[in-house]
C-alpha cells in the first residue's frame, strides 16, 4: 500500500511522494493512498487555500505530528469516538480517556482563573467574591479592609497553583495509562481531540474572565473616585452632559481603545517587511532550515490575526454604555470637544518688565512671549519652581501648572503595559533630578503619587518604580554593564493587540533567536484609536489630494465584477486625471477602467471618481506595494491584471 505526504485539500493519490502545503501554515500528516479508504484526515491546525509542493525531504515534521490513516484508525463520522473507543478497547480504556479529558479540561480553566487572579493583582482590582458587603461604604475603602482583601487574594493565588500542579501530575499519569494501552496512532488522536475541546473551553473562559476584568477597572474609577469629571471637563456649550458621558470624557482624549477587525494588508505587509530586513542579515541554517523558518513566520502572521480578529469583542476597556455615549456625542457636528486651552496665568506687572514684553511682541505679528515673574519669594522656570531660602542654594521643586487638572495616561487605556511603567519610571526620575534635597524630593513624589493613583495606576506599582529609580540614581545599585558582543537591531512595527501581541512577540524572538543570533529584535507598536480620534474638528482632508493609499473602485453600473485594486504613491486625482497614465485620461491607451468601458459599451457604466474608497495607508512606496500585492491574491476583483506590484515571500 502507498503512501503520500500531504497537508489539506482534496487528496488526490498521484501526487506520491509529495507534500501538499497551503501557504506554509500547519502540521504534516501522512494519508494512505489506497482507494477504498478514501481521502478523508484531520488537522490541528488552520490552513489557507492555495497549495504549493514541498519534496518529502523538506518536511521536518516528527512522526508524534503524523496521523497514519487506515482501517485501524478510521473514525465513522456518524460514530462518537466513545462507541469506537469501547469497541476497540473496552470500557476500561474509555473511562480512562474520559478522565484524562475532563482532567485536562479543568487544569486548562484553572490556568485561565490563576491567570485572571494575577492580572487582578497586579492592577490592585479585586473580584467580586471578595467585595463582600461592609457596614459602611467608608470602611469598604479603608486601607485595613484593602490590605485583608490583598492577603486573601494572595491566598486564593496559592491555592489556584496548588490545584493547577495536582491536575498536571494527574494528568501526566493519566496521559501514562492511555498511552500503554492504546496504538499509538490511536492516542495521538485523542490527545487531538482532548486539545480541541480544552481549547473550546479555554477560549470561553478567556472571554468571560476579560468582560470581568473590564467591569472591575469600571467599577474601579467610580468607586474610588479617582477623577472628578467637573474638574477636568470645561463646558462651554449649552448642551448639558450626563453623568456616562461625563465619566468618558473624563477618562481624557488619549484614552486608547482596543483596535477593531485588522486589515489584513497592512497586518501582513509587517511581516513581509520584516522577512526582507532579516533576508539582509547571515542565516544560521541550511535551505531546509530557511524554509521551515518561512513558513514559522507565515504561521504566526495569519494565526495571529485570526485569533485577534476572533476575540477582539472580549478586549473591551471601557463600558458599552460610555462607547455608547461617546459615539452618540461624536454624531452631533456642532459640538467640539477639544483639549482645554492652554489659558495665561494673570501675573502681577512691572512697569519696565511690560515695557519690555510688549517690545518684544511688537517685533512681529505672530511672536508671542509668555512672563514670569517671582512672587512670595518663588520663580516659576519651565518644570521648576525655584524658591528663595536661607543659604547660598535656593529650594528647587517640580512645577504644577495651574492649568494641569492631574489628567494623564489612564492606566485602563490599551496601550503596552510598558507604556504605563515607562510613563511612572520617567515622572519619578524627572522629580528627583529636579529636587534640590530629599525632603523636597518626598513632597514632590507625594504630590505624584496622588496624581498617578488618582489616573488608576496601582500604589503597589508606583512604589515599584519610585524604588527602582532611587536604587538606580541614588543608592547606585545599578547592574555592572556586560561585555556581551551587541546584537544589530531590528526594528519591527506593529499595532498593539494586546495579549496577541504579546504571544506575537515571544514567538517571533524565539525564532529570530534561532535562526539570526546575531539579530535583536526591537518592538514598537502604534498608537491605536484614541476618544480624541471620535472628535476630530479639524477639516477632512479632500479625496482628490490624498496619496500613498491603496484604493478600491467598480463600476456603477456592473459592481464588484468589475473592480479595480490599485495604489498610488502621487496624489489620487493625478493617479485618475493625469494626462496619458490616468484611469481616466482620454489619452491613455493603456487604461483598464476605460478598456471595460469601451468593451461593455452600455452608457450606463461609469467609475465615479467620487465613489472611490481608500482600503489602506502608508508612510513609503514599499510598505503600500506589499498592501497592494496582498489584496491582489486575497480580495475579488478582475480589472487590474497585475498579480502583485513586489513578490510576497511569506503570505
Known amino acids: 500500500m502507498k503512501k503520500c505526504t500531504i497537508q489539506l485539500g482534496e487528496f488526490k493519490p498521484k501526487m506520491q511522494g509529495s507534500t501538499w502545503q497551503l501557504g506554509g501554515f500547519g502540521r504534516s500528516m501522512q494519508i494512505s493512498s489506497n482507494p477504498e479508504i478514501g481521502g478523508r484526515f484531520c488537522t490541528d491546525d488552520l490552513f489557507l487555500a492555495s497549495a504549493k509542493i514541498i519534496p518529502d525531504s523538506l518536511?521536518?515534521?516528527?512522526?508524534?505530528?503524523?496521523?497514519?490513516?487506515?482501517?485501524?484508525?478510521e473514525y465513522p463520522l456518524n460514530a462518537s469516538i466513545a462507541d469506537v473507543t469501547r469497541d476497540r478497547y473496552g470500557s476500561t480504556t474509555l473511562a480512562i480517556f474520559r478522565e484524562l479529558e475532563n482532567a485536562r479540561t479543568k487544569s486548562s480553566k484553572v490556568k485561565q482563573d490563576l491567570d485572571f487572579l494575577l492580572k487582578c493583582q497586579n492592577a490592585d482590582l479585586f473580584p467580586v467574591f471578595l467585595r463582600f458587603k461592609l457596614s459602611s461604604?467608608?470602611?469598604?475603602?479603608?486601607?485595613?479592609?484593602?490590605?485583608?482583601?490583598?492577603?486573601?487574594?494572595?491566598?486564593?493565588?496559592?491555592?489556584?497553583?496548588?490545584?493547577?500542579?495536582?491536575?498536571?501530575?494527574?494528568?501526566?499519569?493519566?496521559?501514562?495509562?492511555?498511552?500503554?494501552?492504546?496504538?499509538?496512532?490511536d492516542f495521538v488522536h485523542y490527545h487531538r481531540v482532548i486539545s480541541d475541546t480544552c481549547s473550546k473551553a479555554s477560549s470561553k473562559v478567556s472571554a468571560i474572565h476579560q468582560n470581568k476584568l473590564s467591569r472591575l477597572r469600571a467599577q474601579a474609577l467610580v468607586d474610588n473616585a479617582l477623577l472628578n469629571p467637573d474638574s477636568v471637563i470645561s463646558n462651554l456649550s449649552s448642551y448639558q452632559l450626563s453623568d456616562i458621558e461625563k465619566a468618558a470624557l473624563a477618562r481624557g482624549l488619549k484614552f486608547t481603545l482596543p483596535p477593531g477587525r485588522l486589515k489584513k494588508g497592512s497586518y501582513l505587509a509587517n511581516f513581509e517587511l520584516l522577512f526582507k530586513k532579516l533576508n539582509l542579515e547571515s542565516?544560521?541554517?541550511?535551505?531546509?532550515?530557511?524554509?521551515?523558518?518561512?513558513?514559522?513566520?507565515?504561521?504566526?502572521?495569519?494565526?495571529?490575526?485570526?485569533?485577534?480578529?476572533?476575540?477582539?469583542?472580549?478586549?473591551?476597556?471601557?463600558?458599552?454604555?460610555?462607547?455608547q455615549a461617546l459615539q452618540n456625542l461624536a454624531k452631533d457636528k456642532d459640538i467640539v470637544v477639544m483639549r482645554r486651552d492652554l489659558t495665561k496665568e494673570l501675573e502681577s506687572n512691572r512697569e519696565a518688565v511690560v515695557k519690555f514684553h510688549e517690545f518684544l511682541d511688537s517685533l512681529h505679528p505672530s511672536d508671542k512671549f509668555d512672563r514670569e515673574e517671582e512672587s512670595d519669594g518663588k520663580l516659576s522656570f519651565l518644570d521648576t519652581v525655584i524658591k528663595r531660602k536661607e543659604g547660598p542654594n535656593p529650594n528647587i521643586s517640580t512645577r504644577i501648572k495651574p492649568t494641569d487638572k492631574g489628567l494623564l495616561n489612564n492606566f485602563s487605556s490599551f496601550v503596552p503595559d510598558k507604556t504605563n511603567t515607562a510613563l511612572i519610571f520617567t515622572l519619578v526620575y524627572q522629580a528627583y533630578r529636579i529636587a534640590s534635597d530629599?525632603?523636597?524630593?518626598?513632597?514632590?513624589?507625594?504630590?505624584?503619587?496622588?496624581?498617578?493613583?488618582?489616573?488608576?495606576?496601582?500604589?503597589?506599582?508606583?512604589?515599584t518604580y519610585i524604588g527602582a529609580v532611587l536604587g538606580r540614581h541614588h543608592a547606585?545599585?545599578?547592574?555592572?554593564?556586560?561585555?556581551?558582543?551587541?546584537?544589530?537591531?531590528?526594528?519591527?512595527?506593529?499595532?498593539?493587540?494586546?495579549?496577541v501581541s504579546h504571544l506575537v512577540k515571544r514567538q517571533l524572538t524565539k525564532l529570530v533567536h534561532k535562526f539570526y543570533p546575531s539579530v535583536g529584535l526591537k518592538f514598537v507598536y502604534r498608537r491605536g484609536f484614541r476618544i480624541a480620534n471620535m472628535f476630530n474638528y479639524k477639516d477632512k482632508f479632500p479625496l482628490s489630494c490624498k496619496s500613498m493609499v491603496v484604493y478600491y473602485t467598480q463600476c456603477?453600473?456592473?459592481?464588484?465584477?468589475?473592480?479595480?485594486?490599485?495604489?498610488?504613491?502621487?496624489t489620487?486625482?493625478?493617479?485618475?486625471?493625469?494626462?496619458?497614465?490616468?484611469?481616466?485620461?482620454?489619452?491613455?491607451?493603456?487604461?483598464?477602467?476605460?478598456?471595460?468601458?469601451?468593451?461593455?459599451?452600455?452608457?450606463?457604466?461609469?467609475?465615479?471618481?467620487?465613489?472611490?474608497?481608500?482600503?489602506?495607508?502608508?508612510?513609503?512606496?514599499?510598505?503600500?506595494?506589499?498592501?497592494?500585492?496582498i489584496l491582489l491574491k486575497?480580495?475579488?476583483?478582475?480589472?487590474?491584471?497585475?498579480?502583485?506590484?513586489i513578490e510576497l515571500q511569506l503570505v
Open 137 to 185: 461604604k467608608q470602611l469598604s475603602r479603608s486601607s485595613d479592609i484593602a490590605r485583608f482583601r490583598r492577603r486573601l487574594l494572595q491566598r486564593e493565588i496559592n491555592n489556584k497553583r496548588k490545584t493547577l500542579q495536582r491536575l498536571l501530575e494527574r494528568t501526566s499519569v493519566l496521559s501514562a495509562n492511555l498511552r500503554s494501552v492504546v496504538r499509538h496512532v
Open 634 to 645: 486575497y480580495d475579488k476583483q478582475n480589472l487590474n491584471t497585475c498579480e502583485r506590484s
Open 438 to 463: 530629599m525632603l523636597t524630593f518626598h513632597l514632590d513624589i507625594t504630590v505624584l503619587k496622588n496624581k498617578l493613583t488618582s489616573n488608576g495606576f496601582p500604589t503597589h506599582l508606583i512604589d
Open 59 to 73: 518536511n521536518r515534521q516528527t512522526a508524534t505530528d503524523r496521523i497514519l490513516t487506515d482501517d485501524r484508525v
Open 283 to 323: 542565516f544560521s541554517g541550511t535551505s531546509e532550515d530557511r524554509l521551515y523558518f518561512q513558513n514559522k513566520l507565515c504561521d504566526c502572521a495569519f494565526s495571529s490575526m485570526y485569533n485577534f480578529n476572533s476575540s477582539r469583542h472580549t478586549l473591551n476597556n471601557t463600558p458599552q454604555e460610555e462607547l
Open 476 to 499: 547606585n545599585l545599578s547592574q555592572p554593564s556586560t561585555t556581551d558582543v551587541p546584537r544589530k537591531e531590528v526594528l519591527v512595527v506593529m499595532p498593539y493587540l494586546g495579549p
Open 556 to 570: 456603477k453600473q456592473c459592481g464588484p465584477s468589475a473592480a479595480y485594486i490599485g495604489k498610488t504613491v502621487n
Open 572 to 629: 489620487v486625482y493625478e493617479r485618475f486625471f493625469a494626462s496619458g497614465t490616468g484611469h481616466l485620461a482620454p489619452n491613455n491607451k493603456n487604461s483598464a477602467l476605460l478598456d471595460h468601458l469601451v468593451s461593455t459599451g452600455d452608457p450606463n457604466c461609469d467609475f465615479a471618481f467620487n465613489d472611490l474608497r481608500i482600503l489602506d495607508t502608508g508612510s513609503y512606496d514599499e510598505p503600500i506595494r506589499f498592501i497592494e500585492s
